[in-house]
Nanobody
Framework: QVQLVESGGGLVQAGGSLTLSCAAS????????MGWYRQAPGKQRELVAT???????NYADPVEGRFTISRDNAKNTVYLQMNSLKPEDTGVYYC?????WGQGTQVTVSS
């Protein structure tokens, strides 16, 4: 059993920054891909970014150049640094570690 604890969401003005974190605990073996997804009101959950154990990253086009995903393998933690936030970045952000989902953290960007 794996537990994921997300933190770092909140309310920020457009142009601001937030950093999300997701810490995994429990019976964990080698974790390969970790990632972040988001779901805006009335929309489907979509990919934001992923990172491999070796550090290879992949970003959705809307966040490329503004968001940075990173991980600390020793702490089984994945981060998402979000800069130059836009109102369209508003939504619930979920981390995905192997096949486990975090509980979600709300990010609201005001215009």
């Amino acid at each position: 059993q794996v537990q994921l604890v997300e933190s770092g969401g909140g309310l920020v003005q457009a142009g601001g920054s937030l950093t999300l974190s997701c810490a995994a605990s429990g019976t964990i073996f080698r974790i390969n891909t970790m990632g972040w997804y988001r779901q805006a009101p009335g929309k489907q959950r979509e990919l934001v970014a992923t990172i491999s154990r070796g550090g290879s990253t992949n970003y959705a086009d809307p966040v490329e150049g503004r968001f940075t995903i990173s991980r600390d393998n020793a702490k089984n933690t994945v981060y998402l640094q979000m800069n130059s936030l836009k109102p369209e970045d508003t939504g619930v952000y979920y981390c995905l570690v192997a096949s486990w989902w975090g509980q979600g953290t709300q990010v609201t960007v005001s215009s």
